[in-house]
Each structure stands twice: as structure tokens, then as C-alpha cells.
């Protein structure tokens, strides 16, 4: 059995200067969430191995993530931050080329006031010194940056890239176009993969259901293939979005629960596929004889 692999999460030790993003709305972010605090998450739900993933841009919050991975076996790999734009953006990813953590690098495009950037020349030309390194990059983006995404992908064909959150959907308003046919075409290019995560808080943060969600699960499931999807909780973001009925401290486990349900008419080799084989591959993790006994270490 292919081991449980949670594809994307986050760490942090807060500060409301480097964590500006986390506002008002998002309260319930506003403190450390650090591995201790993740490990009874993966017990409850099973979890083996993670990917941990950058949520502020500097290179000391790689420096982190990766100091956790090394302390952490469950942390399987890392997707930092560099300065793809920069003109010395190989030079200052060399540093960090030497540890076998590092497993890709994002950008977050979304926030970026250019609904454009994804195409200028300066980021592309970082993306394609990505080339050869073994590193994925992940897309962060919304609905809206779709038709970018595309021309952005064509141009890097021997890139891997990993969409991040499904590219975002408007679940909250239950809007399916134009997402669903840009999503079916970005699926036509065989090195892209897809994320099903970051869903709980595009649609009602207080009152989702798993039925909301599941008609976008049944469009990235056609449209990638089990072969082409992952699983990742965007904990501890999903916290902000409980969902009908639930708490905070439960969405954790509902999300795995949901996965489960979703994946259950899907064959073995395909369920191993969703729930953990797609990210060992896209990511190139390391299996680890540790996965059901992960929790060696401790958070300073």
C-alpha cells in the first residue's frame, strides 16, 4: 500500500509583519503553528508523510522549512521561495540545491496586482533555469489567471508544475465556468498535476458541505485522472473554514475523511494514486520506513 501523503501544508512561526496576509477574517491564524502541532493532525488521520510549503516570499522561510524536514522525517519535502525574477535567481537557489528536502518552489502569483506576471519575461526566464534541477514548481493562482496558466505552461513543456488549490474555483457563489473547460484544457498538458486542496475555503467558510465541493472533485478527477491528482489539507489555513456542523479542530481529519469517500469507487492502484502515489512521484519523495511511525523530534 502506497503510503498517505498530505501534499501540502503549512508551518510558521507568526508575526503580524511577515504574515501581513492573515487578516481580520483569518484570526484564528494568528499565532505558531509549528510541527508539534501538526503531528496529533497526521496521527488522527493517518497521515505517513507530508510536503511543506512555503507561505511567505524570503529565503529564510526555506532556510526554516527545510530545517523542520531535516528534524522531521514525516516532512517528506519542501516547496520554498526563491526570487525568480531576480537576475541571480540560479546563483540563490544553489545554496539550498544541496539538500534532498528541497522538492520545488512557488511563487504566489495570485496576490500579485499583475494579473499578467505569470507571463512577464523575468519570471519566466527563472522558471526555465528550473529546468534539469529535478524541481517542481507550484502554481498558485485563481480562476480568473487561467488563460494566462496556459500560455505560461506551453512555454515550459519539460517543467513539472503542481496546481496548487484546484486554481481556485468560485465554490462559494457554486460557479463552475469558466473554470471547468480551462481546467480540462490545463489537464491536456501531461506535465501538469493538480492539487485537490485549498477547496473549504473558497466555498462558505461556516457552512460548507461535502456536496458543495464535490461536483469541482468530479471535474479534476476526469479532467487529471487519479495518475495526475494529489491530496493536500492547506492546514493550518483550512482551520479558518469549519464547515456546517463542524470545528476548527476537526477539519483536519474531515478533509482525509471526505478524500476517502470520494476515492472510495476509484480502483486500488487508483485510490494509492490520489492519496499518496501522485505526490512520491511529482515531487520525487523519498519513501521512508518511518511513514507509520513518523514523530521523531520535537519543535523548538
Known amino acids: 500500500m502506497t503510503q498517505k501523503i498530505d501534499a501540502h501544508h503549512h508551518l510558521w512561526r507568526y508575526n503580524p509583519r511577515e504574515y501581513g496576509w492573515i487578516g481580520e477574517k483569518l484570526a484564528v491564524l494568528r ?9 496529533p493532525e497526521l496521527h488522527a488521520a493517518g497521515i505517513d508523510g507530508t510536503v511543506a510549503v512555503q507561505a511567505r516570499q524570503n529565503l529564510q522561510e526555506t532556510e ?16 520554498g521561495w526563491a526570487p525568480l525574477t531576480a537576475p541571480d535567481f540560479a546563483a540563490s537557489l544553489e545554496p ?3 539538500d534532498p528536502k528541497l522538492k520545488g518552489v512557488r511563487h504566489v502569483v495570485h496576490d500579485e496586482p499583475d494579473d499578467n506576471y505569470i507571463l512577464r519575461e523575468d519570471f519566466n526566464r527563472g522558471v526555465a533555469a528550473l529546468e534539469g534541477t529535478g524541481l517542481a514548481y507550484d502554481i498558485l493562482i485563481f480562476e ?16 513539472v508544475f503542481i496546481l496548487d488549490h484546484i486554481a481556485k474555483p468560485r465554490i462559494a457563489e457554486r460557479l463552475m465556468e469558466p473554470w471547468r473547460p480551462l481546467i480540462g484544457e490545463l489537464a491536456c498538458r501531461a ?16 457552512t460548507w ?4 465541493l464535490r461536483p469541482y472533485w468530479e471535474v479534476v478527477l476526469e479532467a487529471f485522472s487519479p495518475r495526475r491528482l494529489m491530496v493536500g489539507s492547506d492546514w493550518p489555513v483550512c482551520l479558518a473554514a469549519p464547515g456546517a456542523g463542524g470545528a476548527a479542530s476537526s477539519v483536519y481529519s474531515r478533509w482525509f475523511q471526505t ?15 490520489v492519496l499518496g502515489g501522485t505526490a512520491i512521484e511529482a515531487y520525487a519523495l523519498e519513501h521512508s520506513a518511518a511513514g507509520a511511525e513518523p514523530m521523531a523530534g520535537s519543535a523548538n
Open 31 to 39: 499565532r505558531d503553528f509549528l510541527p508539534s502541532d501538526m503531528e
Open 64 to 79: 526554516a522549512l527545510l530545517a523542520y524536514a531535516r528534524q522531521f522525517p514525516w516532512i517528506r519535502g519542501v516547496v
Open 96 to 98: 539550498f540545491r544541496a
Open 144 to 159: 480568473k489567471h487561467l488563460p494566462q496558466t496556459l500560455q505560461f505552461v506551453d512555454r515550459h513543456p519539460r517543467q
Open 191 to 206: 506535465n501538469v498535476y493538480c492539487k485537490v486542496s485549498g477547496m473549504v475555503t473558497e466555498a462558505p467558510w461556516a
Open 209 to 212: 458541505r461535502e456536496e458543495d
Open 259 to 273: 478524500i476517502e469517500r470520494w476515492t472510495a469507487p476509484l480502483s486500488a492502484a487508483e485510490r494509492e494514486r
